[in-house]
């Protein structure tokens, strides 16, 4: 069974950066596709960004330009680097972990976007 564990949310200013890691609890496979979703209040969870096996990544457009997905396998870490930070990216962030036809989620991290 795969963990996942977020970290790195929390309070900041319009304008600012935070950067999320997953880290996960075995080793993240070169097919693996990392994702980061968020999920606001009385919202649906979103698809923030993608990192395929290759490196080949996909953003919401909403945040295209402002957030940067990446792995480091060695590490078992994927991180979420947030700047330019709005108040409509507040949400409960969520990493994903699918492999084959399974899709793992860690509990989330709250990121508040705030003045």
């Known amino acids: 069974q795969v963990q996942l564990v977020e970290s790195g949310g929390g309070l900041v200013q319009p304008g600012g950066s935070l950067r999320l890691s997953c880290a996960t609890s075995?080793?993240?496979?070169?097919?693996?596709?990392m994702g980061w979703y968020r999920q606001a209040p009385g919202k649906e969870r979103e698809l923030v960004a993608l990192?395929?096996?290759?490196?080949?990544?996909n953003y919401a457009d909403s945040v295209k330009g402002r957030f940067t997905i990446s792995r480091d396998n060695a590490k078992n870490t994927v991180y979420l680097q947030m700047n330019s930070l709005k108040s409509e990216d507040t949400s409960v962030y969520y990493c994903?972990?699918?492999?084959?036809?399974?899709?793992?989620w860690g509990q989330g991290t709250q990121v508040t976007v705030s003045s």
């Open positions: 994903n972990l699918h492999r084959w036809t399974n899709h793992y």
């Open positions: 075995g080793i993240i496979l070169n097919t693996d596709v």
């Open positions: 990192i395929l096996s290759g490196g080949t990544t």
